[in-house]
């Protein structure tokens, strides 16, 4: 949680049909014809290889147990969106706008978020090593168990974040103002940030944490 306050995450509003929908293919074809946005629906097993389906709106969804591998979603808006139990590895959601969404146990790993845009995010036991989340904006997000391993978080702008027991081994920060968040129960090891430290400014970590990043400023401590 943050060092100030506990963030209030708004969730997600879902309505959609009884009946999942397993093919994707007509609601995308209509909503290119048509020029609207994919709405109140249950998407359901869906596999997708090397699609690219850029520039959807997807409003009021649930993709549940779905898997886009190497697909291309740049530039998709998701609005009370929930994703729940899908795999979307190495795919791209850059320049992504996610308002009101929900991540559930979601495996990401190399997936491009580069320059999105999140408004009251969630994400639960997720996967986002080696994800690229370089100059995005997260405003009112919380993040639990979830693996940040090697990704990229450099340059994003955080408002009101905050994170628990959470992974953040190589985890690159620089330029990323990390001020209210508290990583003192996850892992804070060999993350990537500017000779100073900067970025570290205002944010708590445990001894073990401080006593690591002592190391990266060349600090010795001795015992008394």
Known sequence: MTAEKPV???EPKVFTQPEPVTDIMPLLETAWDEGTDIKAVLLKNVRLYGTDFGHIGFNSVIFENCRF??????????VDVIFKNCDFS???FVRGYFK????MS????????AQGQFNHLTMEACN???ANFDSSGIHY????????????????RLKAFSVNTCRFIGTGFFKTKLKGLDFSDSELASVQL???LEELAGAAVNPWQALELSRMLGIIIKDA
């Open 90 to 92: 190495n795919s791209s």
């Open 100 to 103: 009101y969404c929900k991540y």
């Open 8 to 10: 209030k995450i708004k």
């Open 69 to 78: 591998e190497e697909c291309v979603l740049d530039g998709c808006s998701f």
């Open 141 to 156: 997000g919380q993040a639990r168990d979830c693996d940040f391993s090697h990704g990229a978080l450099s340059q994003c």
């Open 106 to 113: 979601v495996k990401a790993m190399g997936t491009s978020f």
């Open 128 to 130: 986002f090593s080696y």
């Open 194 to 196: 500017s000779d100073t």
